[in-house]
């Protein structure tokens, strides 16, 4: 753990985004995680992300499990509110809060333990009910915490930093995400921030349930030969199936595609996803294609990166429960409560 | 690019800024740690070793450090070296045991013309060496311009004699009040080597209409000055004007102040911002009520039957041509007359050697300088060496002290019968300052602070005595804040491809988004490509070989605040924190393994 406070000088030529801010503006505290923690650079995807996208901080809502990955909000978005709830329960503590007060901006921060194991039902949930989130799996396949027993992510047949098998099968987030109807499903890698940064960002603009699994290397614990969420063994075998970049408001396209590359995205919002292929096949509207996609390319041992599956005119929960636009928690007691002339009513339209 | 070369003794020379901006090449942030520490003889031996006048300096020095500062590009001023300088002389213990020894004379006998900065230094890196050392000078006491020039308000003659009498217990034989007027003769002495340090002592004459009839209130600069210091002049009208821009004339404006000006003012050609002097000396002088005008040149000395009355000057304005040269043209505005009763003329300084005569071998150039190798220092005469304000024309007291070691080592070389072209390379040591997994030797939390101000003595006080000091020198507290600011520069960020996993934590961690991981490419490219916006291209970028993604890491030093968080966050410790230290060559260094030429 670093002693010293990150200086607060920043460099004199960073670039400022709508609101002026620079991306420092984004930070949190210093990482008391490991050094080289692939959960850092996730952190520093959030922090460009939300930059990129002149996110005003008071408007986030963090919200974790207990885990290295849960205590990750601590790192970034200092300014915005923040909910370490107890372990593997984030997705009910963000259910709630989605429900209590909709204008928020959710980011949902869990791990493979937090959301895999203890918190698995939990994470079925909040997917197939549609709450409208970006949920962010930090996946390093092992319990750093505890020094390194595998998780329930970890790949069946690779090995500890002990060397011992893993002879469980593992849990794929992704393709049980896609399965319970989540309308933005990716996979990425903390070391791939080209890849991550406008992953993070598309999501955050997304209605609708996202879920990114981003693979991300523990030092510590599972970064060796044997490993199949090592640096080493993901960069082998990274299959991404696309790369995008996200165009807010008027933005003009800044990159030159070549004609035929590029797939266009309207979101819900308005934001736009260019999305460049690299597998000219992938469809990433097709839900069921994705899943066999990823079962396929998962028995070859790839490791399958990019956005998975999109539907941009996903609803989301407030939409199934039909509630009001005002967010629950700024209705006036009368509004919430319109008294028992009103209650009488109700129950005789029942009768 | 190709990967950086750090064993290159200048790669790192140049990312210590303040260092590499020196003329002597001093190790600043060596020094400036030890003050931090309460170390203040360790860091005055440091000064004394590579720039010889701590003390002086410290009050004095133009800081051509102070500029290429570091912390001056991450906010808005630079670490105040000079006067952190000033505090290690000041808190010094008695440092006399640390001196050399004066050693067994070696036989050979070496003259200097002139007792200033460059003769005082070339005679302090000879005389432990055994050279016999001799130094004539005019005045009979040595510093020359250091004392004769610089007001007694800023440099006090107690510092000078110290320092100057550090070199002369070297063994050093100085001849005081013996002003060489022949080389000739000189040479008839048949020295083994003469330094010629005799400075730029002429000022510069201002030909217009009425010197010669108001001659006796017109005065030049320098002689004026040096007349003030020895105490033959102690008065002036109450009405001056002090007619130049550079530093010289600052110290005029204010010694007038002294001795009896009331209004004083300063008028120049050029615009304020052109001038030559440092910001810090105008803006003395402008808190002692001496206003500066400026964009007027004066035309003529207005008197009234030879008893001056005024200067009359025409008014002009800044014009550029394509090139972006500045004229000065008329403005077009009548002419205006500033009246008073005395002028001091302080318009540049001059080089004079009346006392060369044209057959000692001794060749010069149209502008009557003497051709003098810049790298040797050596005169067509191969006996006959150069330096400081003689050599090439006025600067500074820095300069002269660089050059004055350069010259040195000329001579010791020619003594001893080798080649003085052939110069060895400076001595560098490179070390790692990791203590444990987040601690480091030195101090890496960055301070916030901003530039503290040096306590000046009360103006009304000041004003009155012209050799009451007027700056009182940083406090203890102050010097260790001030300390403090420095970003330790000389701690380098070392970078080792074998190690690096590509996790990224440096990139994530670095404060200033120095470090960029990316494809390589040309210098101009990749200075596209940076994390942060390339705002210095003087700044190198440090680039590594391929690692294993066929990226490269690439580093731009240019704002890098030396906090060590990259090798903090490096899981592998392909980022270390290593100090470098360098220490130039001077006569005498034995480390003679490899050399450049000064061809």
Not at chain 2, 419 to 438: A, N
Not at chain 2, 567 to 572: K, L, N, Q, S, W
Request: hydrophobic share 35%; glycine share 8%.
């Amino acid at each position: 753990m670093t002693y010293i406070a990150k200086p607060k000088f920043h460099h004199p030529g960073l670039k400022k985004n709508e609101l002026g801010y620079t991306h420092r503006d984004y930070e949190g505290k210093i990482s008391t995680l490991c050094a080289g923690c692939g959960h850092d650079s996730i952190t520093a995807s959030i922090i460009e992300a939300c930059y990129e996208l002149s996110i005003e901080p008071h408007r986030v809502a963090k919200i974790s499990g207990i885990g290295c990955s849960s205590k990750t909000p601590d790192y970034f978005l200092g300014n915005s509110h923040g909910f370490n709830s107890v372990h593997g329960r984030m997705p009910s503590v963000l259910t709630g809060a989605n429900l209590a007060n909709r204008d928020l901006i959710y980011l949902g921060v869990s791990g493979d333990g937090d959301s895999a194991s203890i918190g698995f039902g939990q994470f079925a949930h909040s997917i197939r009910r549609g709450v409208n989130m970006t949920y962010i799996v930090e996946n390093n396949g092992v319990y750093g915490l505890t020094k390194g027993q595998f998780s329930a992510t970890a790949d069946r047949g690779s090995k500890s930093k002990k060397g011992v098998t893993n002879t469980d099968n593992a849990i794929d987030l992704v393709a049980i995400a896609l399965q319970l109807g989540a309308t933005f499903v990716a996979r990425s890698f903390s070391g791939d921030k080209t890849q991550l940064v406008p992953l993070i960002a598309a999501a955050i603009r997304h209605k609708g349930a996202s879920f990114i699994d981003v693979i991300s290397p523990c030092i510590a614990f599972n970064n060796h030969a044997g490993s199949t969420k090592s640096f080493d063994y993901v960069r082998e075998h990274n299959d991404a199936v696309n790369r995008l970049d996200v165009l807010v408001g008027r933005d003009p396209i800044a990159v030159d595609y070549a004609p035929g590359t590029v797939q266009m995205v309207e979101q819900h919002d308005g934001s736009r996803i260019a999305l460049r292929k690299i597998d000219a096949d992938y469809d990433p509207h097709d839900r069921l294609g994705a899943q066999t996609f990823l079962a396929r390319h998962a028995a070859k041992g790839q490791i399958v990166t990019g956005l998975l599956y999109v539907d941009p005119d996903a609803d989301d929960l407030h939409e199934h429960l039909n509630t009001v636009e005002t967010p629950l928690n700024t209705l006036e007691a009368d509004t919430l409560c319109p008294g028992s002339a009103a209650l009488d009513k109700f129950n005789a339209s029942l009768r | 690019m190709k990967p950086t070369d750090i064993a290159a003794p200048d790669y790192f020379h140049k990312v210590v800024d303040c260092q590499w901006a020196c003329p002597a090449h001093t190790p600043v942030p060596e020094y400036i740690r030890l003050i931090a520490q309460g170390r203040y003889s360790d860091a005055y031996m440091i000064n004394w070793k590579s720039n010889v006048f701590p003390g002086i300096l410290g009050r004095t020095c133009d800081r051509p450090c102070e500029p290429a500062c570091r912390r001056g590009r991450v906010e808005e001023t630079p670490v105040a070296i000079c006067r952190l300088k000033r505090v290690a002389a000041d808190f010094k213990d008695d440092i006399t045991q640390r001196l050399p020894r004066p050693s067994a004379k070696n036989g050979k006998r070496v003259a200097f013309v002139g007792g200033g900065p460059a003769s005082l230094t070339v005679a302090r890196d000879l005389a432990p060496l055994g050279y016999h050392c001799t130094v004539f000078d005019g005045d009979p006491r040595a510093g020359g311009m250091m004392r004769s020039q610089i007001p007694k308000f800023r440099l006090p003659d107690s510092v000078i004699d110290e320092e100057t009498g550090y070199i002369l217990g070297l063994g050093v034989d100085f001849k005081g009040g013996h002003r060489i007027e022949s080389m000739k003769a000189l040479l008839a002495e048949k020295y083994d080597a003469i330094f010629v340090g005799s400075g730029a002592p002429r000022g510069r004459e201002l030909d217009i209409p009425g010197r010669k009839e108001a001659a006796a209130n017109v005065h030049i600069g320098i002689d004026w000055l040096s007349s003030v210091s020895f105490g033959h002049t102690d008065k002036i009208g109450k009405r001056v004007i002090v007619l130049g821009g550079g530093n010289t004339a600052m110290d005029c404006c204010r010694t007038a102040r002294r001795l009896g000006g009331e209004e004083v003012k300063v008028v120049v050609r050029s615009g304020f911002e052109e001038m030559k002097a440092s910001p810090w000396e105008k803006e003395d002088a402008l808190h002692e009520d001496i206003p500066i005008l400026n964009f007027l040149v004066p035309t003529a000395f207005v008197h009234d039957n030879g008893k001056l009355t005024g200067i009359t000057f025409q008014k002009v304005k800044a014009e550029y041509d394509a090139k972006g040269r500045r004229n000065l043209v008329p403005s077009g505005e009548p002419d205006q007359t500033i009246e008073c009763d005395d002028v001091l003329v302080a318009v540049g300084q001059e080089n004079a050697f009346p006392w060369i005569e044209q057959d000692c071998g001794i060749e010069f150039d149209k502008w009557h300088m003497p051709k003098v190798d810049p790298k040797t220092f050596v005169s067509t005469n191969p006996k006959v060496f150069f330096g400081g304000d003689a050599a090439f024309g006025p600067k500074n007291i820095i300069w002269a002290v660089a050059q004055g070691h350069d010259a040195a080592l000329s001579i010791h070389k020619m003594l001893s019968g080798e080649d003085i072209t052939e110069r060895p390379l400076p001595e560098v040591y490179i070390s790692s300052q990791k203590m444990g997994i987040h601690e480091w030797s030195y101090d890496n939390d960055i301070s916030n602070d901003k530039r503290y101000k040096v306590p000046h003595r009360d103006k009304v006080i000041a004003l009155k005595d012209i050799r009451t000091e007027v700056e009182l020198g940083y406090d203890v507290k102050l010097a260790l804040g001030e300390a403090h600011r420095c970003l330790n520069c000389d701690v380098q960020t070392v970078f080792s491809t074998s190690l690096c996993i590509e996790c990224d934590a440096c990139v994530d961690i670095c404060p200033m988004d120095c470090i960029t991981f990316t494809e390589n490419g040309e210098e101009t490219d990749l200075r596209q490509r940076l994390k942060a916006p390339s705002l210095h291209p003087d700044q190198d970028l440090y680039v590594s070989s391929d690692l294993k993604t066929g990226r490269v890491m690439v580093k731009d030093e240019d704002v890098c605040l030396h906090c060590g968080l990259c090798a903090e966050r490096c899981p592998t410790g392909a980022w270390d924190m290593q100090k470098y230290l360098i220490e130039m060559t001077q006569a005498g260094s034995t480390c003679p393994t490899k050399s450049r030429s000064a061809a």
